[in-house]
């Protein structure tokens, strides 16, 4: 950050803040080697789960557990996600603020439900007697799946952070990159939870 100094009538030196700007294309390359580091944890997760998704410790199996209705409904919500996450986009190219905060509040709800849905999903195998201490299956479960809902929640805080600058500032410079960051963000998250569905769920019910 710079600050310059200016005077006013009296004399009486102030001072305010520049907003520091980065170069979007340096901004852009930091964030996907972030991803990529992102990816590198995930993919220890799954290999982690694939070594240890069969060992049951002659407790119940994901065929016993997982509920694919309710799973699938979640999954639904994420991706719906993703889809108002672009209206919102197409929004910020058409410079429309309003709009651009109403399908990104309505991005926020789709992963709300996302997130407590989850949190249903957990707080019921806990209550069975299927916690992540039960056996080397489950602690993989909930360490792959508890990994993603936390990176689901910090993006949503960084939603809601950003609806805010949005509202205050409009649709400057900054929060344009701002913007761009979070949907490639949201859209990995997106990815990663269809490997999820797909590995952990799928092939756990129906391996």
């Known amino acids: 950050?710079?600050?310059?100094?200016?005077?006013?009538?009296?004399?009486?030196?102030q001072?305010?803040?520049?907003?520091?700007?980065?170069?979007?294309?340096?901004?852009?390359?930091?964030f996907w080697l972030y991803l990529m580091s992102d990816c590198l944890i995930f993919a220890v997760l799954f290999a982690t789960h694939g070594v240890l998704?069969?060992?049951?410790?002659?407790?119940?199996s994901p065929a016993d557990l997982f509920d694919l209705n309710l799973v699938a409904i979640n999954t639904a919500m994420l991706l719906l996600s993703s889809i108002t996450y672009g209206f919102a986009m197409l929004q910020m190219e058409r410079n429309a603020k309003m709009e651009t905060l109403v399908w990104l509040g309505i991005t926020g709800v789709f992963g709300a439900a996302f997130l407590g849905?989850?949190?249903y999903e957990f707080y019921h195998l806990i209550l069975e007697g299927a916690g992540p201490t039960r056996s080397a299956f489950l602690s993989s479960f909930?360490?792959?799946?508890?990994?993603?809902?936390?990176?689901?929640t910090f993006g949503m805080i960084w939603l809601i952070t950003l609806m805010v600058q949005v509202k205050k500032h409009?649709?400057?410079?900054?929060?344009?990159?701002?913007?761009?960051c979070l949907s490639m963000f949201w859209h990995f998250l997106d990815?990663?939870?269809?490997g999820?569905?797909?590995?952990?769920?799928?092939?756990?019910?129906?391996?």
Do not use: C
Request: hydrophobic content about 40%; proline content about 5%.
């Open 117 to 119: 849905l989850e949190l």
């Open 53 to 60: 998704g069969r060992n049951y410790a002659a407790g119940p």
């Open 170 to 180: 409009g649709l400057n410079p900054e929060n344009r990159r701002r913007l761009m």
């Open 1 to 13: 950050m710079s600050a310059t100094q200016v005077q006013n009538t009296d004399e009486k030196p």
């Open 142 to 152: 909930f360490t792959l799946v508890g990994t993603h809902g936390l990176h689901v």
């Open 15 to 30: 001072f305010y803040v520049t907003e520091e700007h980065h170069p979007e294309n340096s901004t852009m390359l930091g």
């Open 196 to 207: 999820v569905f797909s590995f952990v769920y799928l092939l756990g019910v129906l391996g």
């Open 191 to 194: 990815v990663i939870w269809i």
